[in-house]
C-alpha cells in the first residue's frame, strides 16, 4: 500500500507558464514534506520542504501548499524554465528519519 | 563543497558474488540512508543509520546488510547477491538543521 503518490507519470508545460505537480497521502501521522528533482544520471536533488503546521512555504519560483485535510500537497513553478524539465519526487517523514517517496512525476517544460 | 560520494558507479555481477558498495559524506551528519530506485516504484528506503553503530531497517531490507564504524561511511553489502536486485542505488545524508537529504551521484547494480 503506497503511502504516498503522484498519480501523474508525466506532466508537459509551456515556457513561461505555471507547472503544477500534485502528491497525495495517507498517513496523518506524516510531520515534514519534501520535493526533490531529478535529472539523469544524478542523484535527486532537494528543491523544497514544508512542515505540517504550515500550509504555504515559498522559495523563488517555488513554492509547495500542503492541504492537510485532503491530505495532499502540491509543488507550483512559475515561471517554468526548459531547465526545469527533470522528475519531480515528493517524500514524506513521521518525525523520525524515515522517509517514503512518491514514484514521481516527470515534467517537461517546452520552449 | 557539500558531498555524498559512491563508489563504484556502475557495478555488473553474478548471482552470489558478494560486494559493497561504498558511501561517504563530507558534511558531519550523523544520519544516512540506502535507497534503491526502480521504474515504476520511485525512491525505497533499504536501511538507514541515526549515528555510528545505530542502524535501521527501511521498506526493503531483505538481502541488504549496512554498518555505520565510522560517521562519514556507510557502506551498503549484499552478501549473495540476486537477479532482483539489479537496481539503481542511492546513498543519501540528511542535514539534522530541515531535514534536507543530499544524495550521492547513484550506483548502477546489474546482477546477472
Known amino acids: 500500500d503506497q503511502q504516498v503518490k503522484q498519480n501523474s507519470p508525466s506532466l508537459s508545460v509551456q515556457e513561461g507558464r505555471i507547472s503544477i505537480l500534485n502528491c497525495d497521502y495517507t498517513?496523518?501521522?506524516?510531520?515534514?514534506f519534501l520535493w526533490y528533482k531529478k535529472y539523469p544520471a544524478e542523484g535527486p536533488t532537494f528543491l523544497i520542504s514544508?512542515?505540517?503546521?504550515?500550509d504555504k512555504n515559498e522559495d523563488g519560483r517555488f513554492t509547495v501548499f500542503l492541504n492537510k485535510s485532503a491530505k495532499h500537497l502540491s509543488l507550483h513553478i512559475v515561471p517554468s524554465q526548459p531547465g526545469d524539465s527533470a522528475v519531480y519526487f515528493c517524500?514524506?517523514?513521521?518525525?523520525?528519519?524515515?522517509?517514503?517517496f512518491g514514484t514521481g512525476t516527470r515534467l517537461k517544460v517546452l520552449a | 563543497e557539500a558531498q555524498v560520494t559512491q563508489n563504484p558507479r556502475y557495478l555488473i555481477t553474478v548471482t552470489g558474488k558478494k560486494l559493497t558498495v561504498t558511501c561517504s559524506q563530507n558534511?558531519?551528519?550523523?544520519?544516512m540512508s540506502w535507497y534503491r530506485q526502480d521504474p515504476g516504484l520511485g525512491l525505497r528506503q533499504i536501511y538507514y543509520?541515526?549515528?555510528?553503530?545505530?542502524?535501521d531497517k527501511g521498506d526493503v531490507p531483505e538481502g541488504y546488510k549496512v554498518s555505520r564504524k565510522e560517521k562519514r561511511n556507510f557502506p551498503l553489502i549484499l552478501e549473495s547477491p540476486s537477479p532482483n536486485q539489479t537496481s539503481l542505488y542511492f546513498c543519501?545524508?540528511?542535514?539534522?538543521?530541515?531535514?534536507?537529504?543530499?544524495f550521492g551521484p547513484g550506483t548502477r547494480l546489474t546482477v546477472t
Open positions: 543519501a545524508s540528511t542535514s539534522p538543521v530541515n531535514y534536507e537529504q543530499y
Open positions: 498517513n496523518s501521522m506524516f510531520d515534514y
Open positions: 514544508i512542515s505540517s503546521i504550515k
Open positions: 517524500a514524506a517523514s513521521e518525525g523520525t528519519y524515515k522517509y517514503i
Open positions: 558534511m558531519n551528519h550523523e544520519y
Open positions: 543509520s541515526m549515528n555510528v553503530e545505530v542502524t
